[in-house]
């Protein structure tokens, strides 16, 4: 990374040094992927959504609720994400949570999950522009630190009302949008609409984040020189992919370093959650970083059945000796050990 680079945009007084960001991924973007990917190039972090229902404003939270609170200072600009159809709500909660020190809040207006968009959080809240304006006057009004937004195209194909709501988001002090290119009604299907991105960036100036289906570095570039949106977020293709922070393609990666990358995240995973749960939360992430990989299919498999960590690392032993011999054949993995 270029040393002393001038910023590539500012979260109003925020500077972020950097035009590619993971995006927030419940179940994913927790402190270990986030530290990996910041550290790889990712310019800012965003954590996962928060339910501001279940977030205490006596600070009586759960153990979930605190790992989600918790963050690395060098992974900042951190921004904290929450989601709520509470006005009220919403403000006391982002209000809170600064004590924690953020450098960004930011609501979700993205999710599509029937019993939050529905109830008028996440997506629902497209459906209500008046209401977004009203939050947003009130956010930055009431707190310190910038506010932002991470929306989709509208509720569904007949209520693109993107426009409308990134106006209102910018005329009531938020700054930033992060704008996933569907509807709510499409979820993850068809394609993103980029062209919709370069009309939102025509129509504000605050930073935009263009958002959606982009796997590789080109995608990044044509995303950039088709929107021109001041940074990309990368969700679905940075899982098992940290390498595109660094804008560099998965299969540009020699096998052998991208075990060690593997090694490290679960590293990590275990450090912050613990040896069980670590391992548990990590398979997801293993299967990701050894898809595709040549003749990895069975220890795809193996290390998805993996229930202890010296397991596991062995099995990664194993395949790193076999990348080491000059033979095409299939990996095996050796035969469990004999206990005792
Ligand atoms: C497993 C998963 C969890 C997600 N969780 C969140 C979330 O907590 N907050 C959010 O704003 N978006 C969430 N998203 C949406 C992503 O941030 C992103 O907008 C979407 O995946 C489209 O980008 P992509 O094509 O790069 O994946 C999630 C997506 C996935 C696949």
Redesign the pocket.
Known sequence: MEINAAPKFYVRDVPVFGDVIL??????SDLPFRSLTRELGSAMAYT??MNVESLSLNGENDAVTWRKLKYDPRERPVVF?IYGHNEERLVQVATRLQEFQPDVIDI?M??YVRKIAERGAGSGMLRDPAKIARLFARLTRELRVPVTA?IRLGWDERTRNYLEVARALAEHGASLIAV?ARTKAQGYTGV?DWNAIAEIKQAVKIPVLG????KTVADIERMKTQTGCDGV?????AIGNPWIFARQDRDAVAPLAKLALMRRHLALNLDFYGTRLGLVLFRKHAYRYVQGAYGSAALRHALMLCEEVSAFERLLDEYAAHLAQPTDAEFQPAPPRAAG
Do not use: T
Not at 23 to 28: A, I
């Open positions: 995006s927030p991924m419940d179940g994913y996962e959504f994400q979700n993205g999710c991470k996933h993103a958002n959606g289906d982009v977020m990368i969700g679905r293709g």
